[in-house]
């Protein structure tokens, strides 16, 4: 079993950066991928980036890629998501998610945490 807990969000500035970090909890958890998803208003759930158990892989959505950054903490049982040159597009609710891959298919992730807010203002 792996319990997810990000935190982070806030109220931003277009440009700006904001970092969340999703605590796990779990014996297990460093076999496991780790993923970022983000819900808009109105709009479905999408990936916006994952890491693969090892840290050896990472994949990110192309409206992400260049400005966002997954990665584990040395500890092992945090996962990061440093978010630069933010922009108002980017404002949803973002989850941590666990799998046994790196996929950017949703229903492929078996824990989830209960997200956190970002929001960036023009």
């Known amino acids: 079993q792996v319990q997810l807990v990000e935190s982070g969000g806030g109220l931003v500035q277009a440009g700006g950066s904001l970092r969340l970090p999703c605590a796990a909890s779990?014996?297990?958890?460093?076999?496991?991928?780790m993923g970022w998803f983000r819900q808009a208003p109105d709009k479905e759930r999408e990936f916006v980036a994952a890491l693969s158990w090892d840290d050896g892989y990472t994949n990110y959505a192309a409206s992400v890629k260049g400005r966002f950054t997954i990665s584990r903490g040395n500890a092992k049982n945090t996962v990061y998501l440093q978010m630069n040159s933010l922009k108002p597009e980017d404002t949803a609710v973002y989850y941590c998610a666990a799998a046994r891959f790196p996929s950017v298919i949703l229903n492929e992730y078996d824990y989830w945490g209960q997200g956190t807010q970002v929001t960036v203002s023009s």
């Open positions: 779990g014996r297990t958890f460093g076999n496991y991928a």
